[in-house]
């Protein structure tokens, strides 16, 4: 007589490689959709045609309004759009404009070395010894409230970090025989430097770039939220959620919410390409990994 056992497939299970595949393809998904809204929206619903409409404030989420409306009856998933639409642009900005003057600042003081590199690095202490918070607030407070000078501001305070994570890897590079047989033949250190080091640092100084652009947008949220970032009419995240600490009081949760998911939701989602990136750049990580 036959068996009526019933055989069963194993159940795969998934492996390291497999999971890293899933988040970074949902972190990937994620950041193309914000983009798109980011980029498709203001064409569809321009922010001036939004009157204020106080009969409607406050609302709480339904069909016509998904994320209901602020205190002045403004929808609140249109004006979330845009207040993301003004972070990406002050944190991408900001972080290439950053990268770049950490890189130059590392480049410099590790291709040179000696005295040059510690004179370098004692002004990167110096400024690091200040809470980016705090300098921030000085450099906006000297210009009128608007992107640019949040965009200054967060590029003045974020490119420290990059400067030591550069120079630490021209460092390393310098260490390397074929560069100094390249220096003992003649070549001047510029173009070892221009040549050798730079292109081999540029992955590093992308990743921080990378990091950084969630940083920059807290902290444009940060100076908003206080009242020294943008206009208070602009839409801004950080401004939205000061606006709502009185609904919050009241009871009313979305117009805190929301503004705050689309803080938090983009930051896991760089951090998900970063963390692929650095498993990329550094193959010894990723095998103890997946062990």
């Not at 339904?62 to 972070?87: I, K, M, N, Q, W």
């Not at 950490?102 to 004692?122: F, I, Y």
């Not at 947008?217 to 009419?233: K, Q, T």
């Not at 606006?243 to 939701?265: H, K, N």
Request: glycine share 8%.
């Amino acid at each position: 007589m036959a068996s009526t056992a019933s055989t069963r497939t194993p159940r795969t299970r998934r492996g390291p490689g497999t999971r890293r595949t899933l988040r970074l393809r949902a972190a990937a998904t994620t950041l193309a959709v914000l983009v798109l809204a980011v980029l498709l929206v203001p064409l569809l619903f321009p922010l001036d045609q939004q009157a204020v409409d106080l009969a409607a404030k406050l609302q709480p989420p339904s069909a016509t309004h998904p994320f209901g409306t602020d205190e002045v009856g403004r929808d609140l998933l249109l004006r979330c759009v845009y207040g993301l639409r003004v972070s990406l642009l002050v944190g991408v900005v900001a972080a290439l404009a950053a990268t770049v003057a950490g890189t130059a600042v590392g480049a410099l003081a590790g291709a040179l070395g000696g005295w040059a590199d510690r004179t370098v690095m004692r002004l990167v202490d110096l400024f690091a010894s200040v809470p980016h918070l705090l300098l921030g607030i000085f450099v906006v407070a000297v210009f009128r409230p608007g992107v640019w000078p949040v965009i200054l501001s967060v590029a003045l305070t974020h490119w420290l970090s990059t400067a030591r994570i550069v120079r630490a890897e021209v460092l390393s590079l310098r260490s390397r025989p074929h560069l100094d047989a390249a220096l003992t033949g003649g070549a001047s250190r510029r173009r070892v430097t221009t040549r050798h080091l730079l292109p081999a640092v540029l992955p590093q100084a992308g990743l921080a770039a990378v990091l950084m652009v969630p940083h920059a947008i807290w902290h444009e949220s940060a100076l908003s939220f206080l009242g020294l970032g943008l206009p208070a009419h602009e839409a801004s995240l950080g401004i939205m959620a000061n606006a709502a600490r009185s609904s919050l009081l009241a009871g009313d949760w979305w117009p805190t919410l929301f503004p705050g998911l689309f803080l938090i939701v983009p930051t896991l989602a760089v951090a998900g390409l970063a963390g692929a990136w650095r498993e990329r750049l550094n193959p010894r990580r990723r095998s103890e990994l997946t062990l």
